[in-house]
């Protein structure tokens, strides 16, 4: 099996930063997109960044110029550096790994999610 553990988040003031780490573990053969996704009371949960194995990124616009997302590929880890915080950035936040498991399967993985409260 594989597993994605989160660390990182909690409250912090309007114009503060943040990280999270997102480490996978487990059967893993190789890893094509890690990322973050978010999810906001009653509302949908929606993609903040994404970054490929040949470290190509791709960001919400709502975040653009604020976040910075990485990776290990040799850790297979990702982090999600987030600074210029909004009370909007308020919610849980979710690692998701797309990976191929040393079976030859392969799918998505999620972390177990980490709350991000920005107060104003």
């Known amino acids: 099996q594989v597993q994605l553990v989160q660390s990182g988040g909690g409250l912090v003031q309007a114009g503060g930063s943040l990280r999270l780490s997102c480490a996978a573990s487990?059967?893993?053969?190789?890893?094509?997109?890690m990322g973050w996704y978010r999810q906001a009371p009653g509302k949908q949960r929606e993609l903040v960044a994404h970054?490929?194995?040949?470290?190509?990124?791709n960001y919400a616009d709502s975040v653009k110029g604020r976040f910075t997302i990485s990776r290990d590929n040799a850790k297979n880890t990702v982090e999600l550096q987030m600074n210029s915080l909004k009370p909007e950035d308020t919610a849980v936040y979710y690692c998701?790994?797309?990976?191929?498991?040393?079976?030859?399967?392969?799918?998505?993985?999620w972390g177990q999610g980490t709350q991000v409260t920005v107060s104003s």
């Open positions: 970054i490929i194995s040949g470290g190509t990124t």
């Open positions: 487990g059967i893993i053969l190789s890893i094509n997109t």
């Open positions: 998701n790994a797309d990976v191929t498991t040393v079976l030859g399967i392969r799918r998505n993985y």
